[in-house]
């Protein structure tokens, strides 16, 4: 029993030193989580001070304009002000929590971001008093070559970094610490926003993509612009015909409900030279998918697609080309049938 007090003595320095670890790192995510805020401060004034105040004051743009291209920027602005003055302060746990409930700013503008870049091309198109005072401001020294484009996107990687830091920080505090707590709220929070703008903008491409897709193909008679419908990939694979005749090369475009053939129009057709006449529109939720060949590190390999009323064997000389393909269609299906 005369070691227990050693043993003890010896136990209390090694959460001692734990805690002194805690600190250190703690304190260090903390300085470049402020290093950091004042930068992101210093751009999003350039936007501020050099275009929103003024172009209030100058009355170039209507008010309606001016909250489409900025949004909630001047709020985002102010939430930030307030988040640097606590973290110079050494209010770490108070800072933090007053801004968590400012989160929810960036999903907004995330939602906005969008329509402000469609505007903001609109009135640089139309408005040649703003297209000039936009090329003059950009020239000022503290800009450094950056345009207002550039500068827009800047509370979204915000965002990103928050996520980061925070979590950082949560991790280096004592769970029994008075701040744990507001800490943790904060780090639910920013993961929560950070979430909903993944969304966003996981939904903005995959628009993008299926506009795409849907410009490629000739004529409206295939209509892929439908609520629900996500892009998945697309490639060129060889049809197997049922009777000995030759391969067909076809270009497949997958998505979340549909599989969809096509062949390439004629390259001397006047309009559509570059694009696709669509073949076959092939739905998911009745397919059954099979590997016939291409289990092992054979070359290349065939995937047999059964449909109710048809059989799809497709081919590619290239394994991993089949691999994937088999892989993304029964994910598909799976998902579709679940």
């Known amino acids: 029993m005369s070691g227990s007090p050693l043993l003890l003595m010896a136990g209390a320095d090694v959460v001692e030193e734990q805690r002194a670890r805690w600190e250190r790192k703690r ?6 989580l402020l290093e950091t805020e004042h930068k992101y401060l210093e751009q999003l004034d350039l936007v501020i001070t050099f275009f929103v105040t003024i172009l209030k004051a100058k009355g170039t743009l209507k008010p309606a304009v001016m909250e489409t291209i900025f949004g909630p920027l001047e709020s985002i602005y102010s939430a930030s002000q307030v988040l640097s003055l606590h973290l110079e302060r050494g209010n770490l746990g108070l800072g933090l929590e ?18 402000a870049n469609k505007t903001l091309k609109e009135q640089l198109r139309k408005n040649k008093s703003f297209r000039r005072f936009k090329k003059l401001q950009e020239t000022r020294p503290q800009f450094q ?11 979204l990687q915000r965002l990103q970094q928050y996520k980061h830091f925070l979590r950082d920080l949560l ?116 397919c059954e998918v099979d590997k016939v060949f291409g289990h092992t590190q054979s ?7 059964s449909f109710p009323h048809k059989t799809l064997l497709l081919m590619s000389s290239d394994q991993q080309d089949v691999n994937d393909w088999y892989q993304s269609l029964k994910a598909a299906v799976r998902r579709l049938k679940a």
Not at 27 to 32: D, G, I, L, V, Y
Not at 103 to 109: A, D, N, R, T
Not at 299 to 305: A, T
Request: net charge positive; glycine share 6%.
């Open 145 to 155: 070559g950056k345009k207002l484009e550039d500068l827009l996107p800047l509370p």
């Open 27 to 32: 304190s260090r995510t903390a300085k470049e």
């Open 299 to 305: 070359q290349g390999g065939l995937l047999s697609l």
């Open 171 to 286: 991790e280096n505090t004592s769970p029994d610490s008075a701040e744990y707590q507001k800490l943790a709220k904060t780090v639910k929070s920013a993961s929560e926003v950070s979430q909903w703008v993944q969304d966003i903008v996981r939904k903005r491409e995959n628009s993008l993509q299926l506009l795409r897709v849907q410009k490629l193909l000739k004529g409206q008679k295939t209509q892929l612009l439908t609520a629900g419908r996500w892009y998945i990939r697309e490639g060129w694979l060889l049809v197997v015909p049922s009777k000995g005749k030759e391969l067909k090369r076809r270009m497949f475009f997958l998505f979340s409900d549909i599989f969809v053939a096509t062949k390439p129009c004629h390259p001397l057709h006047l309009l559509n030279s570059n694009k696709f006449a669509c073949t076959a529109v092939y739905p998911l939720h009745q």
């Open 98 to 115: 007053n801004f968590c409930q400012k989160l929810e700013l960036y999903g907004h503008y995330a939602e906005n971001l969008e329509q």
